[in-house]
Structure formats: C-alpha cells, structure tokens
C-alpha cells in the first residue's frame, strides 16, 4: 500500500506527499559521534517520495545492503506553498503537522560514498529509507523551539533530543531551505537527528516519542 500522511486522529491529509527535504548534522553531539565536523552552513539534502513508508505497523529494511542506522528525527509537514523569502510568520502558517520520523541510512555505503567525495543518494534514498509517523496539528506545539524527541529500542532509550538544541533551529531552516528548494503542500522537512543513532536489526521493537504527547509503536521487519 503506498504511503498517504495521516493526522494520528486516522484522518487523511488531503494533499499528496511531495519530497522530503533534509539538513544533516543538524546536532553537534551527533556530528562528533560520527566524526563530521560541524558544518558552518546547513548541510541539505532531499530523499524522494518514492521511499517513504508508514511507521504503522512495522517497516522493512534491506539487511543484504550492510548496517542500516536509525537517525530520529522531528518531521514537519508543510500545507501551503512557500515563497522564496518566507517570513517567520508564512512559515509558521505553512506548517500543517509535526510527527517523529526515523531518517534511514546504510552507514557503511555512506562511509564508501563519502571517502570517494561522492553524493549519498545511494545510502539514503532507498525505499523504506523515510519512515514517517502520523502527524500531530501544527498548533500542538505554540513553540517550536522546544519539541523533544526520544527513540527507545528493545526497552532501552537510544536517542532523546530536543529542537532547541539544533544548530539550525526549525523557522530558520525552513526559510533557508525555502530559498534553495520550492517549498510545497506535502513536502515533509526532516530536522536532523540527536546524538545515539546506532544499528537496526530485524525483530526491534522501537517506540518514537514527539514532545511527550505523541507515542507510536512499532517494529523492524
């Protein structure tokens, strides 16, 4: 069954899904877990639609591809179309939803891509690369500049972040990302991820958690 953004009520979106428009170490403690330096501009990159799967009911990931690394990370959903040099308050009005999200990644195919100076497409824009929760209204969250963030595994808390701690915080990127990309209904901004990102295995059992309100259940096929 393809992909269709729900809010967590079950109720469709009405816009299609668009692309999904990432910043990568968006987090300092993450880029020194992996050795990045920090960059001193966003770091952008977009995976397509085309690997965007529901984290309902479990998700699949490609076990003969080498180690696939979960990275939590808070999704936004953009309803409207945004110009090129939005303001705060046109992004803000843009935003339909917020959902915690898992931005896959087969690490050992990123670390061969990235010791040539090649792009990472290959490593992070697979199918099943994007796994998406349903989405909580906008409005859940007055301030965006503090959302957290927490994957738990098998019992065990793995990752527990929040948006203040993002290099990038989430208005300013959006406008940066705007003036780089257009920005349109259905397109879904991944944050960047907090430091613990580390290996899946198929059988874990994982529980993504937004802002204490929003937790979701699932597991790796």
């Not at 692309?19 to 397509?48: Q, S």
């Not at 994007?130 to 301030?143: H, K, M």
């Not at 990127?173 to 349109?184: K, V």
């Amino acid at each position: 069954m393809s992909y269709q953004h729900k809010y967590v009520d079950g109720t469709n979106i009405h816009f299609p899904l668009g692309k999904v428009v990432c910043i990568g170490r968006n987090y300092a403690e993450h880029a020194k877990e992996l050795d990045n330096p920090v960059p001193t501009e966003p770091l952008l990159f977009i995976k397509p639609g085309s690997c965007v799967v529901a984290l309902e009911g479990g998700f699949a990931i490609p076990t003969e591809r080498g180690s696939v690394h979960y990275e939590a990370e808070i999704a936004v959903l953009i309803g409207k179309p945004l110009s090129t040099k939005p303001s705060r308050e046109e992004v803000l009005d843009a935003i339909s939803g917020f959902a915690p999200a898992l931005d896959l990644t087969l690490r050992d195919k990123q670390a061969e891509l990235k010791a040539k100076g090649l792009p990472w497409e290959i490593a992070k824009s697979f199918d099943g690369a994007a796994v998406i929760a349903p989405f909580v209204v906008g409005s859940t969250f007055p301030d965006v500049t503090d959302i957290s963030i927490r994957l738990t595994i098998n019992g065990e808390v793995r990752q527990d972040g929040n948006s203040s701690q993002m290099l990038n915080p989430i208005i300013p990127m959006i406008q940066h990302m705007a003036g780089c990309f257009s920005l349109q209904a259905g397109d879904v901004i991944l944050t960047g991820t907090p430091a613990g990102v580390g290996p899946l295995n198929v059988g874990d059992e994982l529980v993504l958690e937004l802002g204490g309100g929003s937790r979701f259940e699932s597991s790796v096929r």
